[in-house]
Structure formats: C-alpha cells, structure tokens
C-alpha cells in the first residue's frame, strides 16, 4: 500500500524567508510519482510540482523546488523568498506508475507573516 | 478557458434528497477522478474513469454512483443523502503524457446536508 506523511500540520514563515515542507512516503514500487498541491483559503486545489521517482535532478518550477531524497524516500518542498500569498494547506501526493490513483498527505497549513 | 468545471459550486439539501454534481474538462484527458474532501481537509478518491470506463472504485457507499457520458464528462449521483454525505468534493483530470499523469482539479463543490 501506498502511504503518505506530512508530520507538519502547521508551519510559520516570515515574509521573505525561505521553508521547507516535510513528505515522506511508503512504497515498494521503484515506479512512482510525487505531487505537490496547494489549496488557499479559497478552496481550489492547484498543482505545483512534480517529480517522477526515476529522475536524476531535483525538480523545480520558480520559486518552488523539491528535495528529493529517494533512499530516504522524502520529498520535501522548499519555497523560496516566501509571499503573503503562499498562505496556503499544502498537499503531498504520491502516484504508483500502473495504477490510475493518488494517495494525498493530510497537508500542511502554511502561514507566511509579514 | 476553463479547464475543468463543476456544477454547482455550493449544494444544501435536507437528509433523503438524491442530487448530482456536473464535472466538465475542456483539456482533452482521458481520465477522469472523483475525490472527498472532509472537514479535516482530507482527500480521498472515490472513483476513476478512463476513457468512459470505471477503472477505480473505492470503498464508497452504493448511494454515489459515478457516469461518465464521455470522456470531458464524469457525474456523480448521490441518492437518500446523509449528514455524513456533507463535504466538499473535488472533479479532477489527468493524461498519461510520459508516465507524469498530473491531476488537475475543477474548483469543487461544497455539499451540505441538513
């Protein structure tokens, strides 16, 4: 089974700073794929990031990255040079290549102070 | 040019009312999702479609019943609602393009039984 953890249930950030968003997931399957969402206050949920479990370089989309550490089986996000507007619940999603699936983290609700 | 769509956006009904939720996709995938999103914020797939065919169907009650007149279309249909029914459920829809398969969600729609 396809296991998800996102030990953070809540995290703050001051304006301008750097965090990181902790995911550590649970497979047997050499072939997978890891998500990021984030849902804002208003509700939608909208994609971030991804990362296929075969890749050689962490993958990043401009202020977002992810740490990528297979044998550790962590996939952390960073954000850098936080804004007000990255106040959010952040997910974690992990796919298993054969299967049509996603299994979601319980999230993480990120507050960036000014 | 919206990409994916749910009608409505806000359902309130009373207990043992049957309602459906619309979801539309306009980005040409193959595969269509219905998820469960609880007052915990936790996402959870009910169903999966793949070209118009049932190829996920989670430990859900008989009540929910997914159709899929298409593939830019999957309904859900809900008989004899219960207060436990009440959440927000999000539509999503993803393409096999190289093994990534990123979901991308319409907006939701915040069901309330009373």
């Known amino acids: 089974a396809q296991k998800i953890t996102q030990t953070q249930p809540g995290m703050f950030v001051q304006e301008k700073e750097a965090v990181t968003l902790d995911c550590t997931y649970d497979t047997s399957d050499p072939s997978y794929g890891l998500f990021w969402y984030k849902q804002p206050s208003s509700g939608e949920m909208i994609f971030l990031i991804y990362q296929g479990s075969y890749d050689q370089q962490n993958a990043t989309e401009g202020r977002y990255s992810l740490n990528f550490q297979k044998a550790r089986k962590s996939a952390n996000l960073v954000i850098s040079a936080s804004q007000l507007g990255d106040s959010a619940m952040y997910f974690c999603?992990?796919?298993?290549?054969?299967?049509?699936?996603?299994?979601f983290g319980s999230g993480t609700k990120l507050n960036v102070k000014p | 040019d919206t990409a994916v769509s749910q009608t409505p956006k806000y359902l309130v009904t009373q207990m043992g009312n049957d309602k459906s939720i619309k979801c539309e996709q306009n980005?040409?995938?193959?595969?269509m999702y219905w998820y469960k999103q609880d007052s915990k914020k936790f996402l959870k797939i009910m169903f999966s479609?793949?070209?118009?065919?049932?190829?996920i169907n989670e430990t859900v009650p008989n009540r929910f019943s997914p159709k899929s007149p298409d593939k830019a279309h999957l309904n859900l249909h809900i008989n004899s609602l219960e207060l436990g029914d009440s959440a927000v459920y999000f539509c999503?829809?993803?393409?096999?393009?190289?093994?990534?398969?990123?979901?991308?969600f319409g907006p939701g729609t915040r069901l309330t039984v009373l």
């Open positions: 999603a992990i796919r298993h290549r054969n299967f049509n699936k996603f299994y």
């Open positions: 479609y793949n070209n118009k065919e049932l190829i």
């Open positions: 980005l040409g995938h193959d595969t």
């Open positions: 999503a829809s993803s393409l096999r393009d190289r093994g990534r398969d990123t979901q991308y």
